[in-house]
């Protein structure tokens, strides 16, 4: 019996893409033990959403922490009032999309509560998404296998102790995949395939790969639902 699953670290509001994997999935494995990595290509604590100026980052601030910290470790920051800035500024920017009122709530929901680590807002984040695209599928944590390797060799341990017989990947994934530990471990890798739609948008010319309370804001859970199938 096929089983596909996805592997993937627990990110903020994460963008579209994301969710059309778990939409073709059957479970999805949080990988929370990695370390947090705070660069120029970090998602862990951030996405873009889109301003009159253009793209800008939403971000969570955090403490800072040691370099081999893993994100299931990582606490908010208490110096800033990060969680009013974020509000005021997706209000600023969205208050004038079609659907604000309806997504607004969620958001206002989320964050109301009074998570300590990064990985419980996040995964809190992706939980609220998962249900406004009514995406429902088994949820694991890497934090909770056993694993001894790293990098694909730590994949397929995670893969083989949940049954998988097929791995679904991002194709950012291509740079440093390994095929012959998957093939060994008799696991189908299988390639995303993921054009991202035009939909509306507020402020002029389309703007992809936002986070994803950028298509609810504009089209609606009910719109935004078909949209993500369509593709």
């Known amino acids: 019996m096929r089983k596909?699953?996805?592997?993937?670290?627990?990110?903020?509001?994460?963008?579209?893409?994301?969710?059309?994997?778990?939409?073709?999935?059957?479970?999805y494995i949080v990988l929370d033990d990695v370390q947090f990595v705070k660069s120029n290509n970090s998602w862990t604590h951030r996405d873009k959403i889109k301003t009159?100026?253009?793209?800008?980052?939403?971000?969570?601030n955090v403490k800072k922490?040691?370099?081999?910290?893993?994100?299931?470790?990582?606490?908010?920051?208490?110096?800033?009032?990060?969680?009013?800035?974020?509000?005021?500024?997706?209000?600023?920017?969205?208050?004038?999309?079609?659907?604000?009122?309806?997504?607004?709530?969620?958001l206002e929901k989320l964050y109301s509560h009074d998570y300590e680590k990064l990985s419980e807002f996040n995964m809190a984040s992706i939980l609220m998404l998962m249900e406004l695209f009514d995406i429902k599928i088994d949820i694991v944590y890497s934090s909770?296998?056993?694993?001894?390797?790293?990098?694909?060799?730590r994949l397929v341990e995670l893969l083989t102790q949940v049954d998988a017989t097929h791995y679904l990947s991002g194709v950012g994934a291509r740079d440093y995949h390994k095929d012959e530990p998957f093939d060994t471990a008799g696991l189908k890798v299988v390639w995303q395939e993921f054009k991202h739609?035009?939909?509306?948008?507020?402020?002029?010319?389309?703007?992809?790969?936002?986070?994803?309370?950028?298509?609810?804001?504009?089209?609606?859970?009910?719109?935004?639902?078909?949209?993500?199938?369509?593709?």
């Open 197 to 231: 739609p035009i939909y509306p948008q507020l402020h002029g010319e389309f703007i992809p790969y936002l986070s994803s309370i950028d298509i609810l804001f504009n089209c609606g859970i009910k719109r935004s639902r078909e949209i993500l199938r369509s593709i």
């Open 4 to 27: 596909t699953v996805v592997i993937h670290q627990p990110d903020f509001l994460s963008y579209l893409g994301f969710f059309h994997r778990l939409l073709h999935s059957d479970l």
């Open 52 to 60: 009159q100026n253009g793209d800008q980052w939403l971000t969570i």
């Open 144 to 153: 909770t296998l056993k694993t001894t390797q790293a990098k694909s060799e």
């Open 65 to 106: 922490a040691s370099r081999d910290t893993n994100i299931n470790e990582i606490l908010f920051s208490d110096t800033i009032n990060w969680k009013k800035q974020n509000l005021d500024l997706l209000k600023q920017n969205y208050r004038k999309a079609e659907y604000f009122d309806e997504i607004f709530p969620y």
